[in-house]
């Protein structure tokens, strides 16, 4: 008997990776001491001025010339809520000359490591994953998804806080839209001391902006009827 695999309800760690380089308006180079920031990534990202490409195979020294770079990235919360900080991206590799952001040569980058830093621990993605990975569809779209829900939309916020099982107590001060993936949508939960985010899977993934609407009308619908069947049982 055939299984059916497992939907995935959570992008992976080379997915959120992915996103990340895809959506960053700005990144911190570091190299030969210096820090520069770099904020002309609106776009493109970072993969769409950095190319990564694997190292020489075999063992040995890296070759002579070669300048080591490290780009550092941070994944900020769009909406206004505690602790902003998402996660962090670190990549480190080799140049083959001295860093210049107007160089074609600092575009071109020997790739070392890719590290994800979240609240679950620190991920290393292989330059394979990164490269087999498709971009997620509202990555690039994710703060003005968010924005749109909490300032055009704050009434559908506690339809959404609905579907949070167990059902949160009083102690839960404020709920807040903090993520969005073609997984599913993240609320922030704040209390007084605290906060913890909850994930609302959709029910299907989404493989265009355009799909997301309907999954988000999805979550409402179910968030309706199971009010809707509470009252008639009380």
Known sequence: MRRTPLRAVAPTAAERARSI???????TVVTDGRHTEVRRLDGAGVMGHVHLHAPPEGPGAPPAGRVPIRLEL??????????RLRARVTLTGLLAAPYDPDSAESTCMEFDQCVLED?????????????ATDLDPLATSEAGLLTHLVDDHPELVPLLLRLVR???????????????????????????????DVRLPFHKTVRHIDHV??????LLATSRRLSHTRHLLT
Do not use: N
């Not at 380089?21 to 990144?27: P, Q, R, T, V």
């Not at 621990?121 to 490269?131: H, K, R, S, W």
């Open 119 to 131: 609240a679950a621990g620190c991920t290393y993605v292989p330059l394979q994953e990164l490269e």
């Open 213 to 218: 609407g309907p999954q988000i009308h999805a």
């Open 166 to 196: 167990p059902l949160p107590g009083r102690e839960v001060r404020r709920v807040v839209p903090v993520g969005i993936d073609r997984y599913g949508l993240t609320l922030r939960l704040e209390r007084a001391r605290g906060h913890r």
């Open 74 to 83: 941070t994944d900020i919360a769009p909406t206004r809520v505690r602790d």
């Open 21 to 27: 380089l895809a959506a960053a308006h700005s990144m």
